[in-house]
Each structure stands twice: as C-alpha cells, then as structure tokens.
C-alpha cells in the first residue's frame, strides 16, 4: 500500500460524481481527508480554505476506484510473467484500487503460508489493495479440498482452481456444501475438458477456415447448467467466472428466474470483440488469411466467440444477470506468444484497456455510464461479500478509493508502455476512447495521468 | 472498437476494403488470396517448366545463386523431394532441413530457427509443419525471406492444390464448371481446404462428401455474409456418396487417418469403407471419363478401392510429376524475375554443377 505519512485534505472538483452504491450521479466536489471520503457535496466554485490540495475535475468521471475479482498476477513462482509489484501498478493504471489474485501460481495459494506471503507482499509492494483467492482443491488437482476453513481463516477472499475446473461434480458439490457457512464464493472456470480438448479458439467459422481445433460453446455451458444445479442442491455460492456464450448468460437468467442464487462476471474482451479477431483484427469480408492472421494475443480461454455472444453478453451486463466486469488479467512473457497458435499460451493482458475496452458499450449507448459504473464497483463487491462494500462508494466514513477518468479521451493501445511486464494484448495500435486521469487507494494518488505517483 | 477502428487497417498494411496492398507476391501461404489470373499465370508457366522436365537434361539457370531452406517438422516424401527437385533444376541451391537432428532438438523456437535462417541469406524458406498457421508466423515475422507452405496443420496445402488444379485442367482444358467431389476426412485435410479455394475460385462445382463428424460444416456457417459471388458461397456438402458422385468430373478421395476410429469420429473402418470407399460400383454413377484424384499417401483399400487406385481413371502418378512442374513455376515466381524465355529455354551449358 502506499505510504502511511500523513497527507494534505484533498478537494477533487466539479467532476461528475458516480457512486452506485448510493445511487448517486450528479456534478458534486469530492473531499477527502485522512484517507478518507470526508464529504461530497454539491460543486461550488469558492474559494477553498489554505491547504487544501485541489485536483479541478470538470469533465472527468469520479467514482469508487475499481475492483477486479479477477486477475493473474502471477507471484510467486512465475515472476517472469508478472509481480505483485508490477501487476498493482498496472491495476493501478486501469483504475483499479482493488484486485483478488487468482491462486494459480507456483506454488499454488493452497496453505495458509502461501495465503500469507501473498498477502505480506501485498503490503511491501503493492499500490493498490491486492487480495488473494485461495484453492479449492490442493494443489488445484481437483482431487481433495484443500484447507478451506485455515485459508479463509488466513485471509483468502474466495476461492478458485482457476485455470482448472474443479471437473469432478461430486468434488464441487462436496466443495460448496463444505464452504457454505465461510461467506466465501467459489469461482469456477467452467470448462468441460472433454468437450474442449485441445482447442485452441471457439469452434466456428473462423476456426474451420483456419484449420484451429475449436472450443464448443456447450463445452462452458454444460459445466455452467452443472454448476447451477449444484448451487440450487447445496445453497453454496457459486460464482460463474468469465461468461463467454450467449448460451451461459441464458443459463444464468434461468437460474435466476428460479430463485438460485448464483453470481456471473464477463471480461471486457468477451464484450468487445469477436473470433473475427484471430482472423485478423479488422472483419475481412471475404474471410482470407493474412500474415497478420493467428495472433496469439487473441488466444483466450475462454475464447473470443461471435457476435452475437458479444450481443448477449452485453446485455446481460446491462440487465444486471451479469454482476461484474472482471479482467482476467493474465499476463505471459514473450516467448509464451511468439509461437504458433496452438503452442501459445492462453491469456490477454487486460488490466491497462478494461477500463477503455468496456466504455465502448457505453459509446454505443449498449448501457449506461453509471451501470457500467456499477459492474466495476459494487457489482464485484457483492461478489467478494458484505465486507468489500466500503471500498466500492464514495460515503463519507470509508476508505478513500477513487478513480477519476476522462470518459472520451482517445489514446491509441502500445503495450510497450504498460506497467504490467504482460504486453500480450490484441488491442496494440488500436484507438481506444476512455482514460483513467488518476487514481486513489486510501487517500493517496497512486496513480496520475501518465506517471506513478 | 469492434473493428471500426480506423487506426487498425493502417497498422496492418491494408487497404480500406481489407485486401492486401496489390505488390509482386512474396510468400505463397494459401490459395484463398489468389486471384484467377494469378493461378491461371501460375498453371501457364507450370506448363513450360513441364517442358524443362521433359528434357534429357533437366536443368535452367533461372534461380542461379539463389538459396532455397525447406523446414520440414513433418515427415514428408513426396512434397519435400518434389521442391527439392523443383529448385534444383531451376539451379537453386536447396538446403534440406528437419526438426530431427537440428537445433529445434535443443528447444530451439519456430521463429528463432526462421531468423536464423534469414540471417544466412536465404531467399525462400519452404515450410511444413503440424500446427496451423506456422507460415504466417514466420511471414509476419521475417522481413527478407519468402515463406511457402508446404502443408500446415489442418489448414492448408497450397502447392498441393495447385498441383491438383493444374493436373484437372491438364486433362480438361477448363476448371469452370466442372463437379468436384471432395470425399472422406475434410475436416483434418489441408489439401481439401487448400483446393476448395482454388476450385471453387476457378468456377468449378465442389461437393464436400464424409461422414458428418468429418466435415467441415462450420467453414460454411454464415458464409451468406461473404456474398454470393465468394468462392464458398457455391461450396455443396452431400454425406451420400453415391448421390454426391453423379456426373462428378472428378473424384478426390482424401487419406483416412487410422486414428480417426478411435478418436469416435467414425465407428469403425469397415463402415467407412462401405459407405465411403471410392471403388468401381461408385465411380460408375461419376460422368465417362472422370478422374480419380488422391493427395497421397494412400491407404489403398480404405478410402480407394486398389482397382481405382491403380486403374485407368486414377491420375495419383500425373498429380506427383505435375508437382514438380508447379512448384518450379511458383519458386519462379517468388524469385521476383519475370519468365523470359532464354533463361527457360537454355539448357545449362556447364552440367558440373548438380550432377
């Protein structure tokens, strides 16, 4: 976290003021002392009292700073992908003040010391709050559980073999019906490896014409229609991790519909663009391959689908069936992507154009500014659970978390100037509209426009 | 975003409708951005270097000091000897290398191999290798060095169909509107994707014919939005064979992968072979005179019947020597010289070299 000394009271201006929790849109000033939402109040143009940091905002979006349930930040063991360190200022960058890390590293988060180490590093090296997802299953074999009750005990914010299935049903029965009463998700990677085996993109069009093995929607959905029924059978919590088919989010409106309560996030790359993509970036009418074709940076699991996923997804975001927008930052070095497609190694690095990538529905008039607001903030937080609420509003008494964004301003993708040491994005060269301007973990500007503060 | 960036076609080199900016073509990658006229100049020079092959002496000076690599990371016989033998009668220098015993042994990367390559002068690098687009990495990547696929992954053959074409126009004189019938594992055939491109292209009438988990049913999916006028637009899929074989101008039976029964893609082979064996009961409902094409290497008694296979319809053999010829006119081509008949038409006087 940053540091501890004491700072000036710090008045942000003018800005449009988002904060969902309290169903609050409006142009107001934000005050902020102690580290600490000390008032918002409506805008004024007077003359502020001596010593008082002024940041004018007119123009510019504030609202509670972003909480990404998702995210692969890669330490320990797999450093030369990502650190605590350089993942926090990447989040940081993107608006985020809060990240869960996925547990699949090397060691994986499966004991209460690896739950400790990540969490002391997040106090030594990180900008903004970074909080660990613990194991479902020891060493995310999918054959025991691990210690659930000592991770959350240490800390853990959920749990997760993300990057695996937990495949046995039984298993992940066994898993929700012994988690229930720790107040704690459980995020799925849904995928039936048999339905998927060795695919590569989303079976397709695309994936024929391009001799790709393909990724069969139903292999998410089948593990998704399980998952549904498992949460109904044990009242455990399940959280659908990254919704990639128009299919799952009619799986998740049904269950909903039936009174199951079941929790869904979708990825600012699942929303935006298509399987097109691996075909080359721009949608080439005539569907021939170019030396530009097999971008490995498309490769995702799950992977980019068509349009009309998109179209569903994006409506379900905007209905609320989808609770948040999560990254699933996953950040390779390069020679995991200078290969061929199929040697590639799955993940987009996300954290530094969610922000921009996700506002494009908004551009588009596909949802509101506020909503998308929501599904970034409180949406990710009912996930975590009851105690992440303070760190998504902007009410006077919580932690001052904030991130101020300018929602039109056109900056143009280069990887090579993320903070995060993942530069595998198939956004490069592309212009994006939405920028984060600065950013606020308890009171401190950890983030401002174009340098670390 | 959403591909409406306008930024984007810039990056990529293309021109606004997404076709790549019109230049001398320097790598051969599939057919599916070829031109008519491209393959018809392609076929018309394949036909003088079928000449050059006819000569007691077969060798031209054309791709004197020129240096040809062909990386092969499958086991080939004849694509590998066919280039080899194309850029040695045209006096290139071919330099033959494969994954076993080389450098990749130590872990060395596709790409690293490919710029180390390209550092020692090469001008083409020929390329096959089991994972679908493998050439357009090394394409996208190398800056001085032609790239031609000799087959990768699933996805395309182009040489191999273009050997197909010319072998069909050879005995037809036309392309257009002729019925091709494509039988047997579309679905994991290169050679198959490659020639629907280019038969489809030339106006030919293909008909896609297997067992439904082996097409390639998606490749057509949606295909109303390329326009009517696209080469897929007219592609046909017919799992009957006996009804897809009437009046066929020509029959290309593809190899059937034993592995393809266990991995369930079929029950067993003996029900692949009485539903989809190209043999005489079938080949009689194809039009008099029809050919029996096969890629190789052939699992004879599986997917073609031995009397087809080595019958009078059968131009398996023509497919290999044309092969050759083929692959002479596209090395001439990425060459960069324009045809000029002294250089065709001169035998080599000095005959020490390549002997």
Known sequence: MAGSAKASPLLIRGARVIDPARGMDRVADVLVRDGQIASVTPHTTEATPDGVQVIEAAGMVVCPGFIDIHCHLREPGLEYKETIYTGSRAATKGGFTTVCAMPNTEPPIDNAAMVGLVRQRATTDALSRVFPIGCVTKGRRGKELAEMGELADAGVVAFSDDGDPVEDPNLMRLALTYSADLGLAISNHCQDMSLSYGGVMAEGRVASMLGLPGIPAAAEESMMARDIALAGLTGGRVHLAHLSTAGSVSLVRQARERGIAVTAEVCPHHLTITDDWVLGRQTLADGVATPFSYDTCTKVYPPLRSEEDVEALAQGLNDGVIDCIATDHAPHERVSKEVTYQDAAFGISVLETALASSLTLVHESRISLPALVERLTSGPARVLGPRFQPLATLSPGTPADIVIFDPVREWVVDSGGFESMGKNTPLQGVTLKGRVVATLVDGHIVYEDGENG | ?355
């Open chain 2, 1 to 355: 975003m959403k591909s409406r960036s306008p930024a984007a076609g810039e990056l990529l080199g293309l021109q606004p409708n997404g076709s790549p900016i019109a230049g001398p073509r320097r790598h051969v990658l599939d057919l599916d951005d070829f031109t008519t006229s491209e393959i018809r100049n392609v076929l018309e020079s394949a036909k003088g270097m079928s000449e050059v092959l006819g000569r007691d002496i077969k060798k031209v000076p054309a791709l004197r000091g020129r240096v040809i690599v062909t990386l092969f990371y499958e086991a080939s016989t004849r694509t590998r000897i066919s280039f080899e033998e194309a850029g040695k009668v045209l006096s290139a220098d071919v330099i033959n290398m494969s994954s076993s015993g080389s450098s990749t042994e130590k872990g060395e990367s596709l790409l690293n191999t490919g710029l180390t390559i390209q550092a020692m002068g090469v001008d083409v690098i020929v390329i096959r290798h089991p994972h679908s687009g493998a050439p357009y990495l090394l394409a996208r990547c190398l800056d001085r060095v032609g790239i031609i696929n000799a087959g990768d992954g699933i996805h395309a053959h182009p040489t191999q169909a273009l050997l197909d074409l010319y072998t069909v126009n050879e005995k037809f004189g036309t392309l257009e509107g002729l019925k091709l019938v494509i039988v047997g594992d579309v679905m994991h055939s290169r050679v198959a994707r490659s020639n629907i491109w280019g038969f489809a292209r030339m106006g030919a009438r293909v008909v896609l014919c297997g067992p439904s988990t082996l097409l390639p049913l998606d490749m057509l999916q949606g295909r109303e939005k390329l326009g009517h006028d696209h080469p897929l637009a007219s592609v046909e899929v017919d799992t009957d064979l006996d009804r897809a074989i009437e009046g066929a101008d020509i029959v290309m039976a593809l190899r059937l992968q034993s592995e393809r029964q266990n991995a369930g893609f079929l029950p067993s082979l003996r029900e692949y072979i009485r539903r989809w064996q190209v043999n005489d009961a079938r080949l009689g409902r194809a039009r008099d005179g029809a050919l029996v094409m096969h890629p190789g290497p052939m699992n004879e008694g599986i997917e073609i019947s031995s009397s087809i296979a080595h019958g009078d319809r059968a131009v398996i053999e023509q497919q290999v020597t044309n092969g050759v010829a083929v692959r002479m006119a596209l090395l001439y081509h990425l060459s960069g010289v324009q045809p000029s008949a002294p250089e065709l038409g001169d035998t080599v006087k000095d005959h020490s070299d390549g002997r």
